[in-house]
């Protein structure tokens, strides 16, 4: 084996979010001497962000001053929210909860906005590297982490090396820090290993589809805000849905699925189209376009669930340390307010990570998690309940003298049989995609079918016996990108896994009931090319 090429920096941010990108652009602000890099394994800057996303701007405001004189490309402000309980037909419009309420803030494309905070940090003097997946950590002689390495190019299907072959780098920092969203690849091994969430909850995430639509002049309020919940959900599934009237005639929206549904034959992207079928919202969409779609993971964990975030020689920030914020459906400005606390942190401490749990945990970041730590869990008993505990846990200001548990989202799926089937309700869809094989046509996913299968199954011959059984192959549901398969062949049934299919989201790592799927990066560069996601 040749020697791996070593790069060295100050400091080495793995995901260039807004909670990374964030940190570096405040770390070069503090100590401009200070050598940082940015890594994204996306092929560029925002191509993988997806989120809904309606920002606050106070902690932009911190970071950047200057920033409403030269706003990112899609940047909307919030004029008027509606919150609906749907039913098939129509539905009943609700006060808006005090935690949706978004006057002062902003309609976004995130993933716009990280493009747009990207030359802001390198104009800094961050070095930012898209195309750059981070395949593993590297550890000092002690044990402490040390740096990233870089995934090799150029490796076939069967592992060995194609003509345009390339080592993967080793980029070595005195911190490491892991800024790679929910359900982080690397986050997830560094947590195991320095047994970051042996004093919380297991973290809970949801499921986000997502579509970007060109409508027909006339039907856009811009900086109009829709939330709902109901339809198509039963009250046993934790689910809702959100419309944001953009400019230039676009809609973007979306619907959220709780991973920690029950129900074995659920499918969030199907429960997705059919909302968009409802009366109320297919009116909007009808003779409009799709321009782009994309799923993705979020953290919704909350306070109970945060793990410790810092360990020897790195920290995690942003959604990787699962700070999102579930009843005001925004992580942004905490993935921001955490990104400058760490920084911060960093530049007062000599870059040594000891303390920043003990910051985080005291911050104003924490506080916001801590007020409204039960409202996500009590959806857990039905969404009656769920609606009278959130109410009051927010009349309360979250001063209840009590946490209430997650649990393991894989934990919550039930076995065929052992679950009274919902009612369903569904209707006949009429706006596209008519499948998930057309909806992944609009995330622009490419990856090289010739390069090593990025979705490790421990074993496969569960699939076609013990879970085909017990659960009738929930990832053939789950998955909003049709990656797997069951298909019958000569030698009878096997799991096809269409990799080239992935867009990132992570579901499978997370919900499957037998915890044998790890989702690890494929070649820097291959997955979803969301275009104002």
Known sequence: MTERETM????????????????????????PDVTVCVIEKASTIGAQILSGAVIEPQPLDALLPGWRDNPPPICVPATEDEFWLLNKTGGRKLPVPQT????????????????????QAESLGVDVFPGFAAAD???????SVAGVRIGDMGVAKDGSHKPGYTQG??????????AEGARGSLTKQLIKRFKLDQNSDPQGYSIGIKELWQVPSGRVTPGKIFHSFGWPADTRTYGGAFLYHLDKDRIALGYVSGL????????PWEAFQQWKNHPMIKPLLEGG???????????????QSLPKVEMPGALLIGDTAGLLNVPKIKGTHQAIKSGMLAAEHLAASDLKPTGFDAKLRGSEVMAELKKVRNIKPGFKKGLWFGMLNAGWETVTGGKSPWTLQNKPDWNSL??????????????????????????????????????PVHLHVADTSVCVTKCAQEYG?????????????????????????NAANCVHCKTCDIKDPYQIINWVPPEGGSGPNYQNL
């Open 137 to 143: 950590t590297i550890y000092d002689a002690d044990g």
């Open 169 to 178: 780098i080793d980029i070595k920092a005195k911190v490491t820090v892991l």
């Open 260 to 267: 920690d549904y029950k129900d074995p034959n659920y499918q």
């Open 414 to 451: 039930h076995k065929l049989g052992q679950y009274e089937e919902p009612k369903r309700d569904y209707v006949q869809r009429e706006l596209p995609p008519r499948d998930r094989l057309a909806g992944v046509y609009f995330a622009a996913t490419e990856h090289d079918e010739d390069q």
């Open 100 to 119: 949706l309420n978004n006057h002062g803030n902003f309609i976004v494309s995130l993933g716009a906005l990280c493009a747009w905070l990207a030359p």
């Open 289 to 303: 376009s799709i321009l782009s779609a994309g799923a993705r993971a979020i953290v919704t964990g909350g306070y």
């Open 8 to 31: 060295e920096y100050d400091v080495i941010v793995v995901g260039a979010g807004p909670a990374g990108l964030s940190f570096a652009i405040r770390l070069k602000q503090l100590k």
């Open 473 to 497: 192959n929930p990832c053939t549901r789950f998955c909003p990108a049709n990656v797997y398969e069951i298909v019958n062949d000569e030698a009878g049934k096997r799991l096809q896994i």
